[in-house]
Each structure stands twice: as structure tokens, then as C-alpha cells.
């Protein structure tokens, strides 16, 4: 049962612009991650958050940026797209007390 | 750098048979081996996880055989079913204390199992 909820699905758009991904959890979970899954499926964390504190992976742009309302939802921002930004944006939560991932079902980028 | 390396890359096997699934990493800080799910369209979900403390693992069909010294793990998947088609992510993440859950995945293997 999808207890992450991710939108949208699919999202298209052209080199420049700017794109945002919205993810909520119902689990009560304390953080939250965006990872990034490329065309060979490789899935790299791109941030984690809670309450307390946002990890950013040093590789990754700066036209990329989370935006978080409540610890519930952890969006993201991509300031300007690039061919290579093209891939599918993974949401996960989990409980400080679990290491256990749950995942939502994914932001399907693609830039033309 | 890929710290987590799986093989093969996709694996086709008849159903019944013993399906077996190689990963091997390098950080030695290692300790916690997760194996995630994934079906096409899905998000990840987790299947089964070890510790760096035990060398084995086991929930109903599928098994995780650890070996620390050599850095490797395995997932064996017995009585494969047609529905165990899927990709299966190898990670792992060092014992921080802190828990901060950042997981390192491999590349996943596609597994296929014919009827």
C-alpha cells in the first residue's frame, strides 16, 4: 500500500525551465530523500531532511533545491533543466528508530 | 567510483529453479546490506536486510549469505516464481549511530523468471 505519494507522474518540458516535484508521506516518518534514478536504474541519494537538518550530496547542482513545508512534505526544485537532469526522482521517508526506506512511485523527467 | 557493485546484470531463470544474485563492496564501514525490490513503474521496496554480525539471513524464500572478510553478499532466491521478475538493488550503509540512513546502491540486477 503507497503510504509516499509523489506528482507528478510524468513531466516533459524544454532545456531552461523550471520544474518542481511535489512528495508528501503519511507515515509519520522523521526525514525524507530525493534520489535520483538514471537510465541504467543507479539510484543515487541526492538530499536528506528532517525537522533538524537538510544533507545535501555535494554532487549535485545548485539549480537543484529542496523545499520542505512540514516534515510530511519534502518537494523539489529544479531551477533550470539540463538533457542530462533526465531520469526518474525518487521520494523516500523512514522512522529514526528504522533504516528501512519506503519509496513513492517516482517523477518520471523529460527534458528535451 | 562505484562502491557497490552487483552482478549479473539480468539473470533469466525457469520457474522452481534457485535464483542467485552477487554483490561485493569496498567500504569497509559497511554494516548494514539492504536488498530492495522494484518493478517497472514501481518505486523500490525493501525485501530483506542483513547486518555486517550475522552471515546469514533468512525470511521464507529468499536467503542473504554474507561473507565480511571477502566483502560479499548474496541473495538466493529458491522456488523463483514468475512474479520475482523484477530488478533487485543491492546497498549498504555504514553504522553511524546517528542513523542517518544514506544508503549506497548498486546497480541492480534484472531478474526474469520463465514459467
Known amino acids: 500500500e503507497t503510504a509516499v505519494f509523489q506528482t507528478p507522474n510524468y513531466h516533459v518540458t524544454q532545456v531552461g525551465n523550471e520544474v518542481s516535484f511535489n512528495c508528501k508521506q503519511t507515515l509519520g516518518h522523521d526525514t525524507m530523500y530525493w534520489y535520483k534514478q538514471d537510465s541504467k536504474k543507479l539510484l543515487k541519494i541526492m538530499f536528506s531532511y528532517n525537522n533538524k537538518q537538510l544533507i545535501v550530496n555535494e554532487t549535485v547542482p545548485r539549480r537543484f533545491s529542496p523545499q520542505s513545508s512540514d516534515k510530511a512534505h519534502l518537494n523539489l526544485r529544479i531551477k533550470s533543466v539540463e538533457p542530462e537532469d533526465s531520469a526518474v526522482y525518487l521520494c523516500a521517508s523512514r522512522t529514526d528508530k528504522n533504516e528501512r526506506l519506503f519509496f513513492g512511485h517516482g517523477t518520471k523527467l523529460s527534458v528535451l | 567510483q562505484q562502491q557497490v557493485r552487483q552482478s549479473p546484470q539480468s539473470l533469466t531463470v525457469w520457474e522452481g529453479e534457485t535464483a542467485i544474485l552477487n554483490c561485493s563492496y569496498e567500504?569497509?564501514?559497511?554494516?548494514?546490506f539492504p536488498w530492495y525490490q522494484q518493478f517497472p513503474g514501481e518505486g523500490p521496496a525493501l525485501l530483506i536486510a542483513i547486518r555486517s554480525v550475522s552471515d546469514k539471513k533468512e525470511d521464507g524464500r529468499f536467503t542473504i549469505f554474507f561473507n565480511k572478510r571477502e566483502k560479499k553478499l548474496s541473495l538466493h532466491i529458491t522456488d523463483s516464481q514468475p512474479g520475482d521478475s523484477a530488478t533487485y538493488f543491492c546497498a549498504a550503509s555504514p553504522y553511524t549511530g546517528a542513523n542517518t540512513g544514506k544508503l549506497t546502491f548498486g546497480h541492480g540486477t534484472i531478474l526474469r523468471v520463465h514459467p
Open positions: 567500504n569497509s564501514a559497511f554494516d548494514y
